[in-house]
C-alpha cells in the first residue's frame, strides 16, 4: 500500500463507485455533495417561510374546514394597529433589554473574578453553571414557590435585608413587580452562559500583551479598558447576539412562572403568538404576525452581525 | 351490538389527569373483563388538557377512540367532525337523555344547544361550589366578633355580599398561631381559570352572554350591562378584600393546596374535590363544611364544569368505542362510577333518595347542579375565552382600567370573533 494518503483513499473508495463517479464533472460531484442539504434546507426552512408568507394574506384557519379566501393586508393592519401587540411588544423590549443589560455585566464580572488563579477555581466554574444546565419549565416551576408570599425564599431573603414584610408584596401577583420577576430568573439562569463566554475571551488574551503593558507602565485601570475590554468586546458581542435572539423567542419559563400575567403585563410576543396560533387557531392571523416577528429579528440581527464584523475586525 | 363480542382489541380514553381518572380506570375494568377489550388510558394534566386534546382532535390524530373533553369544546368538535354524533346510536340501543340531568345533556351533550343532537354522553358532572372550615366558623369566639362586627351571625353565606364579608373577616387572622386568609378563589391566566370563577360572580349579578334571542349580535348591553359590571367589581372586591397574598395565578390545583395546608377558610373550586377534601386528615370530616354559589342580586347561579364521554370519528375501533358508550350509560354502572369517586348525570344515581344524605357534600352538589350556566361552547370557543381571560385579569389581579372598560373591550373583542365567524 502506498504512503501517500489521497492514494490511500483513493484504493478505499470501492471500485463500483469509483467507476460511476469517474464520469462526473467536478460541478457534479459538489452538487451531490451539497444536494441533500439544499433540499433539506428546502424542505424545511424555506417552503415552510414561503408558506407562512402565503398564509399570511388569508384568514386561514388551521381547525376548521371552511374556504380560505385572500384578505390583502388586513392581518397586518390589525397586528400593527391592535394595542394588545404593542403590549405584549413593550414586554418583550423591557424583558431582553434589561436581562441582557444584567446578564453581560454580572458575567462579565464574574467571568473576571474566575478567570484568576486561585484555589476551588475549577469548583467555583461548576457551581456557577448549574442553573443553565436546568430545564427552563423546572426553573419556572420552583420560582413560582420562590416567590410565593407566605412561603417563598425569595420574599424572606428581602425581608431579612430590608425589613420588608414578606407577606406584604408579591412579585408574580404585582404589576410593577412580575416584569422584573421574570428578568430576575432569567438573568439568574442565563448569566453564566454570558460568564463562559466572557471566560473564553478573557483566556484568549495572551499574557504577553499584559506583560508588555506592565513594561510601559499601564495602569490596572488602563490595561482593563484598553486591552481587556476592547479584545473581549467580540465574544461580549456574541453573547448578546445569543441572549437577544433566545430571548426573543422565551416563551417556556415566563408561561410556568406567570403565565403572561398578572393581566397581560408580563404577555411576551411569543406567548401572545404560540394563542392566536394555537388556542385561537387564527392560522392567517398569526401566520402575519410569525412575519412580523421574523422581519424585526431579522433586521435587527443583520444590524448586529455588521456591527460585530466591524468590532472584529478593528 | 351488545357489550360483548366486539371486534376492537384495544381502546384509548383520552381524559384529564386527575383523581376521577384514576376512578375510571378501576371503574374500566369491569368493561374489560366482560368485552375482552383492553383498555388504554391517556391522561394529560389540567393546564395542557385542553392544548394536548384540541389539538389532537384539530390533527385528525389517532391517539383516543373515546375523548371525556370540556363542555366548551362540543360545538367545535361536533361542527369540525371531530366527533361521532350518538343520536341513531342512543336510539338503536335504548340510550334515553331523558335519563340524565338536564343541565348536564344541555352542557356535555347538546350541538347546537338546545337541539336534540347529541355528540357525547354525559360523563362527568361537575360545578363551582364552596368549601368552608365549619370548625373555624362555629368557634365561639369567632362567632360573636363576627356578629359584633357585621351583625349576623357567622356561617354559610346567604349571598354573594355576606361570602365577601366572611372572607374579609378571616383575611390575614390569626388562628392557632398561624395566619390564615379569607378565600382561594380562581385567578389563574394562562388557560380558563379566573374565567371560570369571575362567571359566578357575573352571572348572580346579571351578566348574560348576549340577547338570549340573539345572542351573536345584541351583546353590548348584556356582557357589560350595569349587573356585569358591578358583578366584576365584586369579585375584584373579593380578590383583593379576602384571597391570599400571591394568589394571583391560581386555579384548582393551587386552591386545593391552600385549603388542606389550611391557609384558607373559604375555597371556590369545582365539585370534584370534594370528596378528597372530605377524606383529608388534616381538614376532612367534620372540619369542612360544603354550600353552593350564593346567590347575588340578579339570582343564583354557578359556573358547570363536567363533561360528556365522545367517541372520537377518527377511531379505528369504532364498534369497540361504541361498545363502551353502551357499558358506560348502564344504571348500575353509573352508580358505581358515583360509589368509586366519579360524579354520574344520570337521573336515578342522584334522585336517588339515599343520595343526598350519602356524603357531606352530595346535598351541596344537588343544590349546585340545579344552578349551573355554562360559558360559550361555540366552535370559536377559545377564541372568546382567550380575551375574557386578558380583560378580566387586567382588571380583576393588575388593577388596570375600570370594570366598564374590561367589558367593554370584551364586548369589542366578541364583536371581533362573530364577525370573523360570519355570524354578525
Redesign the interface.
Known sequence: MSGNPIDRIAQATPPGVAKRVRGLSDRAIAWLFVGPSVVLLLAVNIFPLIWTINLSFT?FK????RDVDYIGLRNYERILTDS?TWLSMQATAHFLFWTIFFQVLIGFALAYLINKKFKGNDLWTTIIVLPMMLSPAVVGNFW?FL????I?LFNYVVQFFTGIDA????M????SLAPWSIVIVDTWMWTPFVMLICLAGLRSIPDSIYEAAECDRASKWRQFWTLTVPMVLPFLMLAVLFRGIENFKMFDLV?QL????????T?LTSIDLK?EA?????TGYASAYAVILFVTVFGLASIYVKALNKVKER | MGVTGASAESLTLCWAAWDPANALVELSKDFEAKSGIDMEFEFVPWPNFADRMLNELNSNGKLCDLLIGDSQWIGGAAENGNYVKLNDFFAQEGISMDDFIPATVTGYAEWPKGTPNYWALPAYADVVGWTYRKDWFERPELMAEFKGKYGYDLGVPADLAQLKDIASFFQARDIDGKTVYGAAIYTERGSEGITMGVTNALYNYGFQYGNPENPYKELDGFVNSDGAIAGLEYYKELYDAGAPPGSSNWYMGENIDAYKSGQVAMQMNFAFIWPGVNADPNVGGDRTGYFANPKGPAGQYAQLGGQGISVVANTDNMDGALAYIKWFAQPEIQARWTDMGGASAMRSVVEDPGFPDAQPYNKAFLNSMAIVKDFWAEPSYASLLLPMQSRVHNYVIAGQGTAKEALDGLVADWVEVFEDEGLR
Not at chain 1, 62 to 65: M, S, Y
Not at chain 1, 278 to 282: D, I, L, P
Request: hydrophobic content about 20%; proline content about 6%.
Open positions: 384568514n388551521a381547525n376548521r374546514n394588545d413560582t416567590y410565593q408570599p407566605q417563598g407577606s406584604s408584596f408579591s408574580i401577583g404585582s404589576v408561561v406567570t403565565g403572561g400575567g398578572p393581566g397581560s403585563i404577555t394563542r394555537f388556542e385561537k387557531w387564527r
